[in-house]
């Protein structure tokens, strides 16, 4: 997978939970998918699987879900 591949998703704050950043990059379309896919380990965070919701985020991490890669763009503190 390229570069080319990875959405980048703005937030503005240095954090968001996983289940939040599945909503915002239009992974999920509410936080009941989001639970079962994380619940199924079908979420990767930095290429490994993590079955925690509140997941802590920040400025670089990468997650797939769905077959598709967003990257966290923090602002600069």
Known sequence: MSNQDIQEIPIRDSMIRLGQLLKLASLVEDGVEAAE????????VNGEIEDRR??????GDTVTANGQTVQVVAPEA
Do not use: A, D, E, Y
Request: charge should be positive; charged fraction near 20%; hydrophobic fraction near 35%.
């Open 37 to 44: 896919l994380i619940k199924n380990g079908l979420v990767k």
């Open 54 to 59: 509140g997941r802590q985020l920040h400025n």
